[in-house]
T-cell receptor, first 115, second 114 residues
Framework: DAMVIQNPRYQVTQFGKPVTLSCSQT?????MYWYQQKSSQAPKLLFH???????NEADTPDNFQSRRPNTSFCFLDIRSPGLGDAAMYLC??????????????FGPGTRLTVL | AQSVTQLGSHVSVSEGALVLLRCNYS??????LFWYVQYPNQGLQLLLK??????LVKGINGFEAEFKKSETSFHLTKPSAHMSDAAEYFC????????????FGTGTKLQVIP
């Protein structure tokens, strides 16, 4: 089945130790998103790629970076995780044609723990 | 600018009872509306969506929602709650016409009591 895959599902890292989360998709969607979701809150958009164009949200800390080497893969890099970065990280994709936005499809998420 | 309000952060229903989760939106143009469900430690799963056409939308797991423009509402309903419906539900809106980001509501946690 076509889908959005995130690896790993659970990630434990140490305070200040860089970590990379992975997302891949078989939907061939041109837009990929990274969200941060803390307990009992709505997902918060960190940034997205529209094709190869990177779009950062104004309030996303510099500690968070992203890479999209090709259509299928997108990575979230946290350069120096702090305790406050412990959260669920969700990847989503959508198809945008002629500037019109379509449904976002989400992966299962990666639960990040910072010790 | 658009916004979404979900009334009730927690809703409890008895198994077999009607489920009603409320969502009101604010948008200057007719929006696209979505309901997502999230089970513990899972991503968001699309339940249903409204873009254009029929205002009563049927989704997965027996859920449906009705777009009411006059009330700016998109409430989610299910006639008979099942234990497996216990989850968090998010209403979301996208403005049509050009690339738009999703605006999520704050979520409603549904508890189903046996």
């Amino acid at each position: 089945d076509a889908m959005v895959i995130q690896n790993p599902r659970y990630q434990v890292t140490q305070f200040g130790k860089p970590v990379t989360l992975s997302c891949s998709q078989t939907l061939n969607h041109n837009v990929m998103y990274w969200y941060q979701q803390k307990s009992s809150q709505a997902p918060k958009l960190l940034f997205h790629y529209y094709d190869k164009d990177f779009n950062n949200e104004a309030d996303t800390p510099d500690n968070f970076q992203s890479r999209r080497p090709n259509t299928s893969f997108c990575f979230l890099d946290i350069r120096s995780p702090g305790l406050g970065d412990a959260a669920m990280y969700l990847c989503a994709t959508s198809r945008v044609l002629s500037g019109s936005t379509d449904t976002q499809y989400f992966g299962p998420g990666t639960r990040l723990t910072v010790l | 600018a658009q916004s979404v309000t979900q009334l009730g952060s927690h809703v409890s229903v008895s198994e077999g009872a009607l489920v009603l989760l409320r969502c009101n939106y604010s948008s200057s143009v007719p929006p696209y509306l979505f309901w997502y469900v999230q089970y513990p430690n899972q991503g968001l799963q699309l339940l249903l969506k409204y873009t254009t056409g029929a205002t009563l939308v049927k989704g997965i797991n027996g859920f449906e929602a009705e777009f009411k423009k006059s009330e700016t509402s998109f409430h989610l309903t299910k006639p008979s709650a099942h234990m497996s419906d216990a989850a968090e539900y998010f209403c979301a809106v996208i403005g049509p016409g050009g690339y738009q980001k999703v605006t999520f509501g704050t979520g409603t946690k549904l508890q189903v009591i046996p």
